[in-house]
């Protein structure tokens, strides 16, 4: 992690500054991965005045104090909310997911470092809004070679995102990770669903009630509470159901993106492998592609793209 | 309110002790209100111990210190849940919303007060459960004459309710009120989301997107955020899109409910005109019965049955 101190062959420094958490990787000239650390500071905990000195608390070892010119650093994420580091201003879809003479750049007080934004991208009609996600995108698009695509990118907000002859042409958020969370914890539901899922049985069996009736949502969160109360339901099974519901609404609300072919499914760890399952079940054909991996690839071909623009 | 003193004419007290809220009636031979008590003391911030103190703090001077034998005390709601007061086990359905052999004696430590709790219903498959709704349902059937009705009861948890022949054959709980209260204060769009309701015709608007596209809840949800960042709603306008969403998703899960004939529309104020005029603009012809004249006038008959089954 950081203290490591300074990297000789560090050429730039990429970041992704999300809602909850923080990543960053120092990169070479040939865009290898030399050192990468990662914290809780996310754009959740921050004021604007913090971001700076995050950053040089993690990463400033490693740049080192004798440099010719202020290195290079590549953000994406939530830093560049109105209520982050410094806005970045949405690009309109359709367009590329990544534009070299778009970045934002953000003063700093250290001159040592040179950092700009990566801009999110906002759709008109209907509205909606995503910041860093642009940048996986931008990943997955070298991995498939132009080929026309829909991606699901799971988490607090999915999105679902269309992507033809290398531009995004609409993009959907659905907020399957943040419901699942408020009403877990904060509804009468939390005297019933455990932390962590039971039968995958039960999981999918709540995916497919959606799909049948994805009108009955709100009917059948409240089941959950009245199946413990009356059957004494288990709670590892009433966070499968819970999960399932909502996965299963989401899956509802975006049949006419994944009944057409493949779907390019971003993301990592058990959530992915739900979703992966969940899409299965409902006759999808998703296709895992790793979160970070397309991130920093993402990041990478960002910063080539703002040097060839402004060498 | 408390501290009037002695009620001469005191013949038994009504209490219908909700989640958040108290309400006592002292009542005469005929079933005529004396005097009423509110407070907010509801069940979710007492203990079990802490119910009579609070009963006798609100109605103790009511009932005067030399009396021949207790007053009768009949309780409806949450007290009668586990982690109420005492609890008042459920009665399945199909079946009448009371039953006088059927009240739970609550053992009490002043030898003035015999209290008893009205016990809830609940329905096997699919799972529901209701406490204190049974008693406003008892009140309507007495308005209602025996006609078979469908009843629809907004609210933190509201319930749609088929009556058959005196019988409650069937019920549906939907967790309207809380997921608006949840989303609105817990998640990303109480950025965005006043706490008051602007334009009628926005909340309208939103009811008939349910009501076209049920399953596209929560998406449209996430665009009340996005169309903030990128348009600037007004954030009462923001509060009744959000409102009319929830309502929208309830109504397009009853459908079959509110198309075949009138619906009894137990509620007051805003809310009950909020969905009066959601469900006029479905279609559906709303009947606006008042929740504490029922709560009462079921209280009142529950009394009498306990008295006629135990003289």
Known sequence: MAGSGPIAELDWIAVDWGTSTLRVWAIDKDGAVLAKASSDEGMRSLMPGDYEPTLLRIAGDWIGDAREEPVCVIVCGMAGAEQGWTEAAYRTVPCAPLAGGRMTPVRTCDARLSV??????????????????????????????????????PGTHSKWVRIEAGCVTGFKTIMTGELFSVIASHTILRHSVASQGGSAEVFLGAVRDMLDRPDELTAALFSIRASDILDGTCPEDACSRLSGLLIGAEL??????????????????????????????????????????????????????MRDYAP
């Open 116 to 153: 700009s934004i990566v801009p999110g991208l906002c759709q008109a009609d209907p509205a909606d809004v995503m910041r860093g996600e642009e940048t996986q995108l931008a990943g997955l698009l070298a991995r498939v070679a132009g080929d026309d695509v829909t991606v699901c990118m």
């Open 252 to 305: 509802a609300a975006t049949r006419t993106k994944w009944e057409e072919g493949p779907i390019h499914l971003v993301g990592a760890g058990q959530l992915a492998a739900a979703y992966a399952t969940a899409l299965e079940s409902a006759g999808a054909r998703p296709i895992v592609e790793d979160a970070e991996t397309l991130t920093l690839a993402g990041l990478v071909q960002a910063c080539a793209m």
